[in-house]
């Protein structure tokens, strides 16, 4: 939160979320393509979520470029 806060975001909502496996897959439906999903899915639903309402000019360009790369490997070489 204190990188979002940093970057200029505004957090403008915050509510502690839980997902039952079967929101958590539909939550991921975009990525069952990689050999990860189950993994993916079962941590979601393993427990607590924070969700966050953020706000900022271009906030979704902004937020992925501050986020990084999905994939770890990728985020390292960078």
Known sequence: MDAILSSGFEISAMQMVWFDHAAA???????KFLPE??????????????A???????VIEKLRKLSGPYDPEIARKL
Request: net charge negative.
């Open 52 to 58: 966050l309402e953020v706000r900022q000019d271009n």
């Open 37 to 50: 999903h189950k993994k993916m899915v079962d941590h979601l639903a393993s427990g607590p979520s924070v």
């Open 25 to 31: 897959q539909e939550f991921y439906e975009a990525y």
